[in-house]
T-cell receptor, first 116, second 113 residues
C-alpha cells in the first residue's frame, strides 16, 4: 500500500516555463513534507520542505504548495532551467507525534526533462 | 566540508556471499538512516541508528540483514547470504538530530549475480 504517490512518472517542460510536479498522500498522520531532487548515479538532494501548518513555502525558483484537505502537494519551479532535469521525489514524515524515528516515506519519483 | 560518504559505490556479489556497505555521516551528524531503492521504485526506509544504538529497524528484513553504527567508524549495513532480490541501490542519510533534515550519500549499487 503506497502512502505517497507521484502519479506522473515523467514530465517535459520548455525552458523558461513553469514545471509543476504533483504528489498525493493517504496517511493523515503525515505532518511534514519534503522534496528531493536526484541526478543519475547520485543520492537525493534536499530541495524544499513544508510543515502541515502552512500551505505554501517558497525558496527562490521553488515553491511548494500543500492542500491538507485534499492530501495533495505540488512543487512549482519557475522559471524551469535545463539543469533542473532530474528525478524529483516527494517524501512525507510523521514529525510531531513525539515518538518514532522520523523515517521518510517516499513516492516513486517524477522524471523532469527541461527542454532548451 | 565533506558530505555523506558511502563505499563502495558499486558492489558485485554472487548468491550466498556477504555484502558489507559502509556509510560515514556528515561531520557533526550522529543520526544515520539506511534506505533501499529497487528499480523503478522510490526509496524505502530500512533502519535508523544513533551511535551504538539501533533506534528503529522496522523496515529491515527479519533475516540476513543487520546494521550497526559503532562509537568509532562508519555505519555498516551487512547482508548475509545475498540473493538476486537484494540487488538494489542502498542509500545512507545522516542528520544532526531527530527531526532534522536528512542528507543523503551517493549510494551503493549492489548487484547479485
Amino acid at each position: 500500500d503506497q502512502q505517497v504517490k507521484q502519479n506522473s512518472p515523467s514530465l517535459s517542460v520548455q525552458e523558461g516555463r513553469i514545471s509543476i510536479l504533483n504528489c498525493d498522500y493517504t496517511n493523515s498522520m503525515f505532518d511534514y513534507f519534503l522534496w528531493y531532487k536526484k541526478y543519475p548515479a547520485e543520492g537525493p538532494t534536499f530541495l524544499i520542505s513544508i510543515s502541515s501548518i502552512k500551505d505554501k513555502n517558497e525558496d527562490g525558483r521553488f515553491t511548494v504548495f500543500l492542500n491538507k484537505s485534499a492530501k495533495h502537494l505540488s512543487l512549482h519551479i519557475v522559471p524551469s532551467q535545463p539543469g533542473d532535469s532530474a528525478v524529483y521525489f516527494c517524501a512525507a514524515v510523521i514529525a510531531y507525534s513525539g515518538a518514532g524515528s522520523y523515517q521518510l516515506t517516499f513516492g516513486k519519483g517524477t522524471k523532469l526533462s527541461v527542454i532548451p | 566540508n565533506a558530505g555523506v560518504m558511502q563505499n563502495p559505490r558499486h558492489l558485485v556479489r554472487r548468491r550466498g556471499q556477504e555484502a558489507r556497505l559502509r556509510c560515514s555521516p556528515m561531520k557533526g551528524h550522529s543520526h544515520v538512516y539506511w534506505y533501499r531503492q529497487l528499480p523503478e521504485e522510490g526509496l524505502k526506509f530500512m533502519v535508523y541508528l544513533q551511535k551504538e544504538n539501533i533506534i528503529d529497524e522496522s523496515g529491515m528484513p527479519k533475516e540476513r540483514f543487520s546494521a550497526e553504527f559503532p562509537k568509532e567508524g562508519p555505519s555498516i549495513l551487512r547482508i548475509q547470504q545475498v540473493v538476486r532480490g537484494d540487488s538494489a541501490a542502498y542509500f545512507c542519510a545522516s542528520s544532526m538530530g531527530l527531526k532534522e533534515t536528512q542528507y543523503f550519500g551517493p549510494g551503493t549499487r549492489l548487484l547479485v549475480l
